[in-house]
């Protein structure tokens, strides 16, 4: 069984970009989370998607977005990117989410701005 | 969110049992338990979770307190790959979201 999938692993950008990460997770979960971890900050909840709604967000600036398809994968964007942006972003997939079975998290994307 | 305490870092030999900690005191009725851990240069890693009763899986097992204000993760047989960063978190359900704190650093002596 494949697991949550996130592409690219890796990525400089420069000040001032935007960029978008992409998560696919397990075959037939619904539920997708993002998180952001930093040395500073530990990990963050930044936002959870099922069946294309955003559910909840947690406490990110605008410039951080995400969005569902239909087939459940997402992806998120971050616009105008800053120095304190560079971090390992991870996706964690769920069943419905709304359930306590356990989230299944990617490798991550690990994103340095320069 | 419900905060989760639990000890900075622990220390184990391998091959011997580790009990790590969790204070939550203030948990409320529908509040699961989660441990998560995370390997170096990895995603977290879902262990176990429970509500009331402890729990058994292939991993670990889950000693909950009668008064569910703490729980202890049980590895049963430490081994180097256990080495990690342990996660007691708390999980309502109804916000969709794991509220990491900076858990317990894990490091197994061979």
């Known amino acids: 069984k494949a697991g949550v999938t996130q592409t690219p692993r890796y990525l400089i950008k420069t000040r001032g970009q935007q960029v978008t990460l992409s998560c696919s997770p397990i075959?037939?979960?619904?539920?997708v989370s993002w998180y952001q971890q930093t040395p500073g900050q530990g990990l963050q909840f930044l936002f959870e998607?099922?069946?294309?709604?955003?559910?909840n967000k947690g406490n990110f600036p605008g410039r951080f977005s995400g969005r569902q398809f239909s087939n459940s994968r997402s992806e998120m964007n971050v616009s105008t990117l800053e120095l304190g942006d560079s971090a390992l972003y991870l996706c964690?997939?769920?069943?419905?989410?709304?359930?306590?079975?356990?989230?299944?998290f990617g490798s991550g994307t690990r994103l340095t701005v320069v | 969110d419900a905060k989760t305490t639990q000890p900075n870092s622990m220390e184990s030999n391998e091959e011997e049992p580790v009990h790590l900690p969790c204070n939550h005191s203030?948990?409320?009725?529908?509040?699961?338990i989660h441990w998560y851990r995370q390997l170096p240069s990895q995603g977290p890693e879902y262990v176990i979770h429970g509500l009331t009763s402890n729990v058994n899986n292939r991993m670990a097992s889950l000693a909950i307190a009668e008064d569910r204000k703490s729980s202890t993760l049980i590895l049963h047989r430490a081994t180097l790959r256990d080495a990690a960063v342990y996660y007691c978190i708390l999980w309502g359900g109804s916000n969709y979201k794991l509220t990491f704190g900076k858990g317990t650093l894990l490091t197994v002596n061979p």
């Open positions: 075959s037939g979960h619904r539920s």
């Open positions: 964690a997939s769920s069943l419905v989410g709304d359930r306590p079975y356990g989230y299944t």
């Open positions: 998607y099922f069946s294309e709604t955003q559910r």
């Open positions: 203030t948990i409320s009725g529908t509040d699961y």
